[in-house]
């Protein structure tokens, strides 16, 4: 049935009704699944998914044991985690615990499906991946690789055939959910060994350099502060520091009387970095675009005559999801900005975790979507400072908490504009800082050819099951 009131309808024919026992809820008929299973019936040969994997399961409930100390301590992934590029910034969950339960841990190659709250995310366990810790909120669908090749199953898993067909076994009222069971059955196209092979190929070279991508912009940053003589903070002895509970300050201005911004411990940072050659962030910025708060009316619009809008969670994720809007309602405003810029998120909250004044560039491939107003840009002008430069300092534990002590606010947190301005970013003279810049300007060019060999995985596995196999 169909009514022209309301956006999102759509027809239901009689036989689906059948086919999914009278359900009169809308995931089966809304979700593409029936259209799906349909496109499907006109591939030759499918399988059964269980019938493809060695094991389909997730970690179990119990309760997590955290700590800081990175000795004693995995990675985490929760299950917004898992769509994230930059895995740098996770908390820690006990070794312990993670041996006691071994069904935590990630190998690579696993495809991982969100399970809980939004349901059919996915991501591929990359080499960087491999190891980490996982929430129970994550399916792990661990393929028979004597059976079918871990990439291609995972490219028909995250495709616009796949996709629909996970989120129809989606059972619950307010938080939904899915089993192992609910996609158990689920049937998996299968092609010619050299098609199979040719996708699961793209998408292993896009997980590895992925992750090629992440270790080169590391260790760009680690050379920078290694070079003024510094290390990178750990989270666990900054909470440490003893002097964050109570100090003298006679040089209290009226520029801002919250304690936050006279931090010690950052006052220390900055006098490291202050007695050696430095400039100050603002003096390498275009100064038109070098704000962090831009207000405007989003106007909707269709793919072709709009850009897709990134808030500051999924311009973090390596296949963001945005809203479209009008391309001409945001000319002018600074929402777009051009490759090698360093965003930071300029409004949040000051959680550990959270993603307010962490980091990030935008690439060749990144720079088609418009960013939000909740971004500080920080263009850099030619010829003042190398971007990828630039960048790997921002992105370090050390400039993440410079940028957080100079917030302003009550619960939302903004960096003060005038002590951003003022930022202290240390210089390297022009061949070292060009060193670094390359490093950053390679783990760039890999990520988007990253994402382009995933997009052609999946491109190649959507146009043969829409032409039948043939």
Avoid at 188 to 216: T, W, Y
Wanted: net charge neutral; glycine share 8%.
């Amino acid at each position: 049935m169909k009514s022209s009131g309301f956006k999102n309808a759509r027809v239901v024919r009689s036989s689906w009704l059948e086919e999914s026992g009278r359900r009169l809820d809308c995931n089966p008929y809304m979700s593409g699944a029936l259209e799906a299973r349909d496109a499907l019936k006109g591939v030759p040969v499918t399988e059964k998914l269980e019938d493809l994997t060695e094991r389909i399961f997730h970690a179990g409930r119990e309760g997590r044991v955290w700590v800081d100390d990175p000795s004693y301590g995995v990675p985490f992934l929760g299950s917004t985690d898992i769509l994230a590029a930059d895995l740098s910034a996770l908390p820690l969950i006990a070794k312990k615990q993670v041996n006691r339960n071994p069904l935590f841990t990630l190998r690579e190659g696993w495809t991982l499906i969100t399970r809980s709250g939004t349901i059919g995310r996915m991501a591929y366990v990359r080499p960087g991946m491999a190891g980490m810790a996982c929430s129970e909120h994550v399916l792990r669908v661990v393929p028979n690789k004597e059976r079918i090749p871990s990439g291609y199953l995972y490219a028909f898993l995250s495709s616009r055939f796949g996709v629909p067909l996970v989120v129809s076994g989606t059972y619950g009222a307010i938080v939904q959910h899915i089993e192992p069971e609910h996609i158990s059955n689920l049937p998996v196209p299968r092609f010619d060994s050299a098609l199979e092979a040719r996708i699961d190929q793209l998408v292993s070279s896009a997980a590895i350099d992925l992750s090629e991508s992440h270790r080169l912009i590391n260790s760009a940053t680690r050379m920078l502060l290694q070079s003024i003589g510094l290390q990178d903070l750990r989270d666990d002895l900054w909470h440490q520091d003893r002097r964050a509970r109570g100090w003298e300050n006679c040089s209290v201005s009226t520029e801002s009387l919250r304690a936050l911004n006279y931090d010690p411990r950052v006052v220390e940072i900055r006098r490291e970095i202050e007695s050696r050659s430095y400039s100050q962030l603002g003096d390498l910025c275009d100064p038109a675009q070098f704000k962090g708060k831009i207000i405007f009316t989003r106007i909707e619009a269709d793919p072709e005559y709009g850009y897709m809008l990134l808030g500051q969670r999924n311009a973090f994720q390596v296949r963001p999801e945005g809203r479209w809007i009008s391309r001409k309602s945001v000319t002018g405003l600074g929402l777009v900005v051009p490759p090698g810029t360093t965003l930071v998120p300029s409004h949040g909250t000051l959680g550990e975790f959270e993603l307010y004044c962490r980091a990030l560039i935008v690439t060749q491939r990144t720079a088609k979507y418009a960013y939000s107003g909740d971004f500080f840009r920080c263009v850099p002008l030619e010829g003042a400072i190398e971007p990828g430069y630039l960048f790997a300092f921002m992105r370090s534990r050390l400039a993440f908490r410079m940028l957080r002590s100079i917030s302003t606010g009550g619960k939302q947190q903004e960096q003060h504009p005038a002590m951003m301005y003022r930022l202290p970013i240390p210089r390297l003279g022009d061949e070292k800082e060009r060193e670094i810049a390359a490093l950053v300007n390679e783990g760039c060019q890999l990520y988007d050819r990253s994402l382009e060999a995933d997009d052609q995985a999946r491109s190649l596995i959507e146009e043969k099951i829409s032409s039948g196999g043939v």
